[in-house]
């Protein structure tokens, strides 16, 4: 899993391209298993532990928390909507109010994540709303 700049260099000139990782690698039961990033659908916390949902409908339980995985996913396009719930943007299907709170409904997902009022303003601005 790659979360620090990498240097690359070329005869020419030395950059420094900051990266986003396209695959990690998750340690599970009996073994690792390695994910495309592109196919998390939302996260999930529960404590110390988080549940990633992928888009073929299966999910793995890991035992890192939710921030670890908003900082390595931040220019993935993963979104912060509530203190347990970080979803890719590219699953969003739609916002709605209901009963005063705000929610969304992600593709290949049946759950309804509810988006908290102190994050709704960052939501739609992130969105461009």
Same mark, same amino acid.
């Given at each position: 899993? /790659?979360?620090?700049?990498?240097?690359?260099?070329?005869?020419? =000139?030395?950059?420094?391209?900051?990266?986003?990782?396209?695959?990690?690698?998750?340690?599970?039961?009996?073994?690792?298993?390695?994910?495309?990033?592109?196919?998390?659908?939302?996260?999930?916390?529960? *404590?110390?532990? =988080?549940?990633?949902?992928?888009?073929?409908? =299966? #999910?793995? =339980?890991?035992?890192?928390?939710? *921030? #670890?995985?908003?900082?390595?996913?931040?220019?993935? #396009?993963?979104?912060?909507? #509530?203190?347990?719930?970080?979803?890719?943007?590219?699953?969003?299907?739609? /916002?709605?109010?209901? *009963? *005063?709170?705000?929610?969304?409904?992600?593709?290949?997902?049946?759950?309804?994540?509810?988006?908290?009022?102190?994050?709704?303003?960052?939501?739609?601005?992130?969105?461009?709303?």
């Amino acid at each position: 899993m /790659i979360t620090e700049p990498i240097t690359l260099e070329h005869p020419d =000139t030395t950059k420094t391209a900051v990266t986003k990782p396209k695959f990690i690698a998750l340690s599970i039961k009996n073994g690792i298993k390695v994910i495309a990033v592109d196919d998390i659908v939302y996260l999930e916390s529960s *404590g110390r532990y =988080t549940t990633l949902y992928f888009n073929d409908n =299966t #999910h793995v =339980t890991i035992c890192k928390n939710l *921030g #670890h995985y908003e900082k390595l996913f931040e220019k993935n #396009h993963f979104l912060r909507i #509530h203190h347990s719930f970080l979803i890719n943007v590219a699953y969003l299907k739609n /916002i709605f109010r209901d *009963g *005063g709170g705000q929610y969304c409904k992600m593709n290949y997902a049946s759950e309804i994540l509810p988006i908290s009022n102190r994050r709704f303003s960052f939501v739609k601005k992130y969105l461009h709303y």
